[in-house]
């Protein structure tokens, strides 16, 4: 069975971000809540284990306003409003 495409990196767009926190629902091993306006703090950028690599895509697809990037190892850059990480929160998760 193939694997999942490699996470390289996340970030938040911050001039994006609207502070809805769904993200932060969606990816409690990564993202905490802060205390002022500015989006969610990263508490971990380690998407190695199966949960945190499906906890970061949950929360870019959570995100309405798709303030979540998401870089693959490919160099793909894609946030929650494609159907990349759609397709793979369907095969994979």
Wanted: glycine fraction near 6%; charge should be negative.
């Amino acid at each position: 069975m193939a694997s999942p495409p490699k996470i390289a990196r996340f970030w938040i767009d911050t001039d994006v971000c609207l502070d809805q926190r769904s993200c932060v629902i969606e990816a409690p091993d990564l993202l905490q809540d802060r205390p002022v306006a500015g989006g969610p703090l990263i508490v971990s950028t380690a998407t190695d284990t199966p949960e945190a690599y499906f906890q970061i895509l949950n929360a870019a697809w959570a995100c309405p306003v798709s303030a979540i990037n998401v870089e693959f190892e490919d160099g793909s850059v894609h946030d929650g409003t494609t159907d990349y990480i759609r397709s793979i929160c369907e095969k994979f998760g």
